[in-house]
């Protein structure tokens, strides 16, 4: 049986409609797992195995290094990431195409961390990696900006929260399938990432934008690193939100070295423990990401669960700053995961409510996710110090206190429907 002729007209017309939110859903969920996987799998365990076979004692010295360089390359990537995407005009569309480039990228650079030798390479190879997956991440989260209508933002941003735990979960789960330390670890996982994203970019319908394409020079590119905080207060205190509540999150590129130097797990087992402990706090940020997203958009509130996000990771991190067993590190996971699931439900509705300009989405939204880059840098950073000063309870209880900055500061975004208030920032009018 032939398939039934559809005009030519109708099939253009058809291709230059947004995705419907049936398709929508499930493919910015595998673009965002295969984002996830790829990113936090070596933060939290690929990189640590990587480094301890190449520098020995050194290795937790070298993975501040790898980290931080890393995540200062993503903080630049971003927001220019996010402005070669709005000004795009492929055919593919402007986010598809960066979508699949930047994980196909991400993938290959993945797949060449097997043949490094000295930290230096595994430095250069991370900040390959950190730029091709911060294209990709700015795009993910543009195409969510121009096509989820605002009153289900509450639902697409929980499953995207739901998103993040459970991708580093699928990649470590894909790596633990191999023996610890062994170049199949990195090529499933490239392999792995890369799948998962070029099923998403089939099922999302990007049109191409129609607009003239402004001009791209070096002051442009400069600009997208630039917001006006006096102009628009609520985009710059959501920033700093988002800032304070991820840098709790980066505590977790320390799990692995915890385990084996303060438990003393054993190189071979600290990928099992990982798992499992990333099995309860995939548990518990689904069950709080699910509840959440849900509840915020039928109260129209947002910040009372960013204030009980923020209090409930620092309890989570002086948990963990107590733990002699496993068993405290799995409860503490589970109490971190669930707090941050019930941010992240919440973080890019909220985020995207109070953006200044529809015109550059992707260039503003790039801008907030600085804030989840920025951590991944000044913590690696930050870390070997403060565990000199006073080992991991330093470091663990120094993160608490920026998770309760993190609850007191969204009080001053403005609450659902008063972002009209003088002062504030605009809702965006969308075109």
């Not at 230059?16 to 797992?33: C, D, G, K, N, S």
């Not at 190449?54 to 993975?63: D, E, H, Q, V």
């Not at 960066?98 to 961390?113: K, N, P, R, Y």
């Amino acid at each position: 049986m032939t398939a039934p002729y559809v005009p030519l007209a109708r099939r253009a017309d058809r291709s230059a409609r947004p995705t419907p939110l049936r398709r929508f859903v499930p493919a910015m969920l595998l673009t965002q797992i295969g984002f996830y996987a790829a990113l936090t799998t070596p933060l939290q365990l690929l990189l640590v195995l990587r480094l301890d076979s190449i520098a020995g004692p050194g290795a937790r010295s070298a993975l501040g290094v790898v980290t931080g360089f890393g995540a200062l390359c993503a903080v630049v990537a971003t927001p220019i990431g996010g402005r070669l995407s709005d000004r795009t005009r492929a055919r593919f569309g402007r986010r598809r195409t960066w979508i699949l480039t930047g994980s196909l990228v991400f993938a290959l650079v993945l797949a060449a961390m097997t043949v490094t030798t000295a930290v230096w390479q595994v430095v250069l190879l991370w900040c390959l990696a950190q730029v091709a997956g911060n294209f990709q991440f700015a795009a993910n989260v543009a195409i969510m900006a121009d096509q989820v209508a605002p009153d289900r933002r509450g639902l697409v941003s929980g499953l995207v929260g739901l998103v993040a735990a459970v991708g580093p979960l699928a990649g470590i789960a894909v790596a633990d399938a191999f023996p610890a330390g062994a170049a199949a670890q990195w090529l499933a996982l490239a392999a792995g990432s890369f799948g998962t994203t070029l099923v998403a970019v089939l099922l999302f319908r990007d049109p191409p934008s129609t607009e003239p394409r402004p001009p791209l020079d070096l002051r442009t590119l400069a600009g997208a690193f630039w917001f006006n905080p006096y102009r628009h207060p609520a985009f710059g205190w959501a920033w700093l939100v988002r800032f304070l509540i991820m840098c709790t999150y980066s505590a977790g590129g320390y799990t692995a070295f915890f385990l084996m130097q303060h438990l003393d797990v054993s190189k071979s087992r600290v990928g099992t423990v990982t798992l499992e402990a990333g099995l309860v706090s995939v548990v518990c940020l689904g069950i709080s990401s699910a509840l959440a997203g849900y509840a915020s958009d039928a109260l129209r509130r947002q910040r009372p669960f960013v204030v009980f996000a923020g209090i409930a990771a620092a309890a989570a991190l002086v948990l963990m700053s107590t733990a002699d067993t496993v068993t405290t590190v799995v409860v503490a996971s589970g109490l971190l995961g669930f707090a941050v699931g019930t941010f992240l439900a919440v973080d890019l509705a909220l985020c995207m409510r109070v953006l200044p300009s529809a015109a550059d989405t992707a260039k503003d939204l790039a801008i907030i996710n600085i804030a989840v880059a920025l951590p991944q840098s000044l913590v690696p950073f930050a870390a070997p110090a403060l565990i000199a000063l006073g080992g991991y309870p330093t470091l663990y209880l120094t993160l608490a206190a920026l998770g309760l900055l993190g609850a007191a500061a969204i009080l001053r975004v403005p609450e659902v429907g008063r972002e009209h208030i003088p002062g504030r920032s605009a809702p965006i009018t969308r075109v």
